[in-house]
């Protein structure tokens, strides 16, 4: 059996070990070995080999490396070109949102516990940020804030600028882990946004905080960034869980 240079002796495994086959799906072997190999950049040229060589490689049919070429689609490691081939792309962590965002309502992860790892994350991100920013994003957080001063903007339009006024402050965190993990709760970080705005006196409230911040971040003040970051998200979070202690009120009365 040949195979490329680089990929080790683990094929050999494919046939040899029946009992570990039986415990994971062979398909899904095929995916591990080759994200492995994505991820250790076995393919410089960016492109997986052919079905054909892949099937000989690992010593399977070409029918389990289409089913191990689609998982490894769905994790967003390759995408395939219709006569052309697979070529490896790199996840976008924002696509992970709504994976997250299920996670945390099938754990019943609290509104409480958002607030908290938003706390941990963004008071980081304004520290970082007020040592890094620069005019273009001071630019886009004003946009932001002027469009969240518009009374008449709608409910999906205002969480939609008020999240990109706090990705806008992980970027010039010039941390990109930081960017991602943030991007990746961006479905769970707009549903409390959404809550917390329903409280009365919350808009006004964010805008005046969003308004501290960006204030803070002008000083290049890394400390008073954070606090005024720790300080609108802790108010927020105040609302959110008053917005739900209303409303089991209501219920509880009706």
Same mark, same amino acid.
């Given at each position: 059996?040949?195979?490329?240079?680089?990929?080790?002796?683990?094929?050999?495994?494919?046939?040899?070990?029946?009992?570990?086959?039986?415990?994971?799906?062979?398909?899904?072997?095929?995916?591990?070995?080759?994200?492995?190999?994505?991820?250790?950049?076995?393919?410089?040229?960016?492109?997986?080999?052919?079905?054909?060589?892949?099937?000989?490689?690992?010593?399977?049919?070409?029918?389990?490396?289409?089913?191990?070429?689609?998982? *490894?689609?769905?994790?967003?490691?390759?995408?395939?070109?219709?006569?052309?081939?697979?070529?490896?792309?790199?996840?976008?962590?924002?696509?992970?949102?709504?994976?997250?965002?299920?996670?945390?309502?099938?754990?019943?992860?609290?509104?409480?516990?958002?607030?908290?790892?938003?706390?941990?994350?963004?008071?980081?991100?304004?520290?970082?940020?007020?040592?890094?920013?620069?005019?273009?994003?001071?630019?886009?957080?004003?946009?932001?804030?002027?469009?969240?001063?518009?009374?008449?903007?709608?409910?999906?339009?205002?969480?939609?600028?008020?999240?990109?006024?706090? *990705?806008?402050?992980?970027?010039?965190?010039?941390?990109?882990l930081l960017v991602m993990l943030i991007e990746a709760m961006s479905t769970t970080i707009k549903d409390v946004i959404d809550f917390s705005s329903l409280v009365e006196?919350?808009?006004?409230?964010?805008?005046?905080?969003?308004?501290?911040?960006?204030?803070?971040?002008?000083?290049?003040?890394?400390?008073?960034?954070?606090?005024?970051?720790?300080?609108?998200?802790?108010?927020?979070?105040?609302?959110?869980?008053?917005?739900?202690?209303?409303?089991?009120?209501?219920?509880?009365?009706?």
């Open positions: 059996m040949s195979r490329p240079a680089g990929t080790g002796k683990r094929e050999g495994c494919w046939r040899e070990n029946e009992s570990a086959c039986k415990k994971i799906n062979l398909y899904e072997q095929i995916a591990d070995a080759l994200e492995a190999d994505i991820i250790a950049r076995r393919y410089e040229d960016g492109r997986l080999p052919s079905e054909f060589h892949l099937a000989e490689q690992f010593n399977v049919s070409r029918t389990i490396i289409r089913e191990a070429m689609k998982l *490894l689609r769905e994790r967003d490691l390759i995408d395939s070109k219709v006569g052309s081939g697979a070529y490896i792309t790199k996840p976008e962590a924002q696509y992970l949102s709504g994976a997250v965002a299920r996670i945390v309502r099938t754990n019943y992860i609290s509104y409480a516990e958002i607030y908290d790892v938003r706390s941990i994350l963004e008071r980081e991100a304004a520290q970082k940020a007020a040592l890094y920013i620069q005019e273009p994003e001071f630019v886009q957080m004003e946009s932001c804030l002027a469009k969240l001063k518009d009374y008449s903007l709608t409910p999906e339009a205002r969480r939609e600028y008020d999240f990109a006024f706090h *990705l806008a402050i992980a970027r010039a965190s010039r941390n990109n006196g919350s808009i006004d409230d964010g805008i005046h905080r969003h308004g501290l911040i960006l204030r803070a971040l002008r000083e290049h003040d890394p400390i008073l960034a954070g606090h005024m970051m720790y300080d609108h998200i802790y108010h927020s979070k105040q609302k959110c869980l008053q917005y739900f202690e209303e409303q089991n009120r209501c219920s509880a009365e009706s």
